[in-house]
């Protein structure tokens, strides 16, 4: 388990040298760092700095800690020995220079991990940062991680899905930001004096695997759904999930920018009304689940011609199935009722796929149990898919503000918009006629309220969700 807080003061000191990878988290040498870490988070403020001069020659001493252990456990991961140096350089200056804003562009530079896709290496990793779903201060973080990366994935990836920078890793242990929701590694995260052109990003798929399997569990009971026999049996086998979340993400992510899309059509770093983001990663959940369905079919014709499969193809076959079930459950049961109902576009992705599937016949409540039309539910899943590529490739030919109009149709076609919406209402001259801006203000919090199936299902599931928080794949 993680350890939360210090178990003893910083040993400063060079602790002896670690050689395997596989035993890094037990080891002195990384207890001291850790703990040294943990430490040196008490002292920083919300950007990373360390501003009481008081505090200085403790965070010193934490530094000299911390870059003992660096070096200690740099032999168990030869191929980051870049990397590595480079950290102790940037601990040293940062040190050097007065504690001001952390700037670790270097060392983060050294840190390419998805050069070494190799099933079961580990990293060593360590930076200031903030963790997404996590803490929003540039606090020290550090971590062990390994990396994920079955033969039938990199067959995936060497084919039709390439996808240079994703990475996909398990969590072994880490810092606090790290005993929360966060179950990303992205560069953009990292304290730094200017933003680089990022070659990577990771996800850790054990805790996407873990927080699945628990409350996919619970939803099911709760919901008398009688689950397929594959889908019941990945529940119960975390490997197998988190494989299956390795198939699904990568996938995912390679759709961001691929297709008929917008020049940036997740548009981060513009203001937009929320239900964007949500349509973005509906439609790359959709495009996995639809290239699931494409791969699934074509292998499985092959097979019923009596073909001899090689084993990663039988792989690629049976995970393309169990990818669709988790495309919908954890769409449906974790992202509808998971956080705040403030512009929480997740929820309203997962709540938009239920209605859709429901509406469609394919879905069924109906004596207080869930049931799929599984035969059909495919075709279903793909249809809303193609209803968002569609809009997407309208949108070259629209204005922003008639993209977002159109967009909002699409949604609200499926769910309920609050009844006091502006947008459901239609929108005023004088905001159709201004800035962006009025558009994006106008649109309340929660725009698409829970719908009384949601209402009900987020009460029962509420300490269940909370549970999940912090989850590793050695948790269940």
Not at 97 to 102: C, H, R, T
Request: glycine share 6%.
């Amino acid at each position: 388990m993680s350890t939360l807080t210090p178990t003893t003061n910083a040993i400063i000191g060079e602790p002896e040298v670690v050689e395997d990878a596989a035993v890094a988290e037990t080891s002195a040498a990384w207890l001291q760092l850790k703990d040294a870490a943990i430490a040196m988070r008490a002292l920083q403020i919300k950007d990373g700095s360390i501003p009481e001069a008081a505090d200085r020659e403790k965070a010193k001493e934490l530094v000299g800690a911390i870059t003992a252990g660096i070096r200690a456990l740099s032999p168990a991961f030869p191929h980051e020995a870049e990397y590595l140096a480079a950290s102790v350089a940037d601990f040293d200056r940062w040190a050097g220079e007065g504690f001001g804003v952390p700037d670790f562009l270097d060392s983060l530079m050294a840190f390419q991990p998805q050069q070494h896709r190799i099933d079961g290496i580990r990293h060593l990793v360590i930076f200031p940062m903030y963790t997404q779903n996590g803490s929003s201060d540039r606090l020290v973080e550090a971590l062990i991680v390994e990396t994920i990366w079955p033969e039938f994935i990199a067959d995936l990836e060497a084919g039709d899905y390439g996808n240079k920078l994703f990475v996909s890793l398990r969590l072994i242990d880490f810092t606090p930001g790290y005993d929360t929701n966060s179950a990303v590694l992205f560069p953009e995260t990292v304290a730094m004096r200017e933003i680089p052109s990022f070659t990577w990003g990771a996800i850790f798929q054990d805790r996407e695997a873990a927080r699945y399997r628990r409350v996919a569990r619970a939803a099911t009971a709760i919901t008398n759904l009688d689950l397929p026999e594959r889908a019941a049996a990945m529940l119960d086998d975390q490997a197998r999930t988190e494989k299956t979340f390795v198939m699904w993400d990568i996938i995912h992510d390679r759709t961001h920018m691929r297709g008929d899309l917008p020049f940036d059509p997740f548009m981060i770093k513009q203001r937009m009304p929320f239900f964007l983001y949500s349509l973005e990663e509906m439609r790359c959940d959709m495009t996995a689940f639809r290239e699931a369905v494409k791969i699934e079919r074509a292998l499985g014709a092959r097979i019923e011609a009596g073909e001899q499969l090689t084993p990663s193809e039988l792989e690629m076959h049976d995970y393309a199935g169990l990818v669709q079930y988790a495309v919908i459950f954890d769409r449906i049961f974790r992202f509808a009722i998971t956080g705040t109902r403030v512009r929480n576009y997740d929820a309203v992705g997962g709540q938009l796929l239920f209605a859709w599937l429901h509406q469609h016949g394919v879905l069924h409540w109906t004596d207080t149990a869930l049931a799929f039309d599984w035969e059909n539910v495919p075709d279903a899943v793909v249809a809303l898919g193609d209803a968002i590529d569609d809009l997407y490739w309208h949108s070259i030919d629209r204005p922003k503000v008639a993209h977002w109009l159109a967009a909002y149709d699409l949604v609200r076609g499926t769910l309920t918009p609050h009844p006091a919406s502006q947008w459901a209402r239609g929108l005023s001259d004088e905001i159709l006629a201004g800035a962006p801006k009025g558009y994006t203000d106008a649109v309340m919090d929660d725009e698409f309220p829970l719908s009384m199936f949601f209402e009900t299902l987020d009460k029962k599931m509420k300490p269940v969700i909370e549970s999940t928080v912090g989850i590793r794949g050695t948790d269940d």
